[in-house]
């Protein structure tokens, strides 16, 4: 795969402790992606989304399925459920 | 077919008075605006001190671009303007600006409530509440 | 319960950020402001030259104060304000200002909607619609 | 009865060409008072609402049914269908 941007919001962000970093990886989708990041440390199992759901955007399109590819993604976002308006 | 979708992600605040003059003059013949002002409120049993809105600004915009063109092949309208603001804001701050235009009141009334319903819970917003003896993510009811 | 019903009858324009300020300090508790904005518009075949609307003040003020009473048992509201002009405009003059505030959000879509369906034809109002070629009072479809 | 003012609004004010007028009435209620004020000219046929729907106020009260009493009224207003809003 390579390197790709992943970027945290509200409480993901505050419980990895960064807005973003780039990392390389080897997943082909989220669900994988999200396994493979656990290596990382205790803080990213917080997007399992045990507390609350947890979405993804790859190259900023919301992705609902995370069986949804990422090969050749740039960016990845994680953020829980958004609360606008 | 509608052209006149305004959207902007932003920290300012805006002006309501200059936001209707300016739609105004590309929409001579609709009678109907429908506004909607969502506003910091104070919390039931704490004292806000402020809420702070977080946002993934680029995906945001496309997200609400994407309602808009919605809106518009759903109803009949001459106009729609949306503006979400991010940062940290104060009770009675503007948080976001709806406004659409119509001939006929009925539509821009659906299509306003469309587009709130919509940016509650498929934008890319976060808001905190932080106040005196709390802190907490707003989560969706 | 509410008691927060501002009705005006007036020949004077309205000011809309005026309006919302004065209105937020009323009501700290709620996020939701929907504002209906109704201006004249210009005909579809024809060019509009004036709009002259006639009024019965007084008995007209007294409606809109009874539909205020209807919303405000009918829905949550922090406030609601009505304003409504006669007497000559131009295209895109203002002509009513109906602003609903409530916690939630659809209480004041509701009541707004509710209370320009009984404007439009409970509240004695009369619109003469004066163009280059023709010039004729407005009727109710 | 006596005297009553008597207002008229939008086209019935055009047709008759006043915007009020203080008249004496014997008539109790609206659907006679109409009757009784053809008596005064050709254009107060406007308010037997052939053409279009006639409205009528009593003392700034909204009247629906033309048999409603105006005893003791004071100023009774005759108009078109209202277009507010």
Partial sequence: MGKVKLKYFSRIRETIGKTSE??????TNIQDLIEELQAMGEQYSVLKGR???VYSAVDQSIVTDVKTSIEGA????FFPPMTGG | MLNKIIVAVQ???FDLDSELEALKLK????GAVVIFVGKVRDLEDDNLRYLEIESFEDLA????????DD???KWDLELILVK?????LKINDNIVLVITCSKHRKNAYEASEFIMDYLKSNVPFWKKEVADKTQKWVENS
């Fill in chain 2, 71 to 73: 809106a518009a092949n």
């Fill in chain 2, 27 to 30: 929409t001579e013949k609709a």
């Fill in chain 2, 11 to 13: 920290k300012s605040d």
């Fill in chain 2, 61 to 68: 915009k496309n997200q609400i671009k994407e309602i808009c």
């Fill in chain 1, 51 to 53: 507390d609350f759901a």
């Fill in chain 1, 74 to 77: 740039r960016e990845i976002a």
């Fill in chain 2, 84 to 88: 979400h603001r991010f940062g940290r």
């Fill in chain 1, 22 to 27: 780039l990392v390389e990886i080897k997943s």
